[in-house]
T-cell receptor, first 110, second 113 residues
């Protein structure tokens, strides 16, 4: 069965304290792995797409990487405005459904 | 360029009632997917519509049904509401069978009393 697991469930950082979020997946025929950011009361906002092992994408303080079994979202010198829930999702096989992990709730204190 | 829009933003219903949620996709997109997000959980796929037909369905009962219109907008209908149907319902739009990202609306918060 296709499955996505994110860890940790919650992460509290001080401003400037770098860290990483993990997304482990078991799927057949990965077509893409997606990272989204979700603020309270809002829908998920697209951040990155990764398609093959070894691929990396960067945007401001965020960097996403992909291996054959997991993806990492690295946050460098985070700011309070980076506080949000970060969701990982995979698209696999035929069809367009996304399979989401449960998310990592990130809190960055000044 | 308008993104994905959903209505209403909030809805309160009682058990046994029926509800209809609406979604307009991002300009240029032809496919609409619906997801249910319980509090503290990741979104769960309900179904996907393309060319006015249901193309893929997740593990949801027949009480959940949908429709897509010629202008690509979509509705999600839920019959015989249960307390457990309380959730944030998200609509996402994309191009059919593309591995480009799906774009989400801000959802409809459905509360069942």
């Amino acid at each position: 069965e296709d499955q996505v697991t994110q860890s940790p469930e919650a992460l509290r950082l001080q401003e400037g304290e770098s860290s990483s979020l993990n997304c482990s997946y078991t799927v057949s025929g990965l077509r893409g792995l997606f990272w989204y950011r979700q603020d309270p009361g809002k829908g998920p906002e697209f951040l990155f797409t990764l398609y093959s092992a070894g691929e990396e994408k960067e945007k401001e303080r965020l960097k996403a990487t992909l291996t054959k079994k997991e993806s990492f979202l690295h946050i460098t010198a985070p700011k309070p405005e980076d506080s949000a829930t970060y969701l990982c999702a995979v698209q696999a096989g035929q069809g367009g459904k996304l399979i989401f992990g449960q998310g990592t709730e990130l809190s960055v204190k000044p | 360029d308008a993104g994905v829009t959903q209505s209403p933003t909030h809805l309160i219903k009682t058990r046994g009632q029926q509800v209809t949620l609406r979604c307009s996709p991002k300009s240029g997109h032809d496919t609409v997917s619906w997801y249910q997000q319980a509090l503290g959980q990741g979104p769960q796929f309900i179904f996907q519509y393309y060319e006015e037909e249901e193309r893929q369905r997740g593990n949801f009962p027949d009480r959940f049904s949908g429709h897509q219109f010629p202008n690509y907008s979509s509705e999600l209908n839920v019959n015989a509401l249960l307390l457990g149907d309380s959730a944030l319902y998200l609509c996402a739009s994309s191009l059919f069978l593309s591995n480009q990202p799906q774009h989400f609306g801000d959802g409809t918060r459905l509360s069942i009393l």
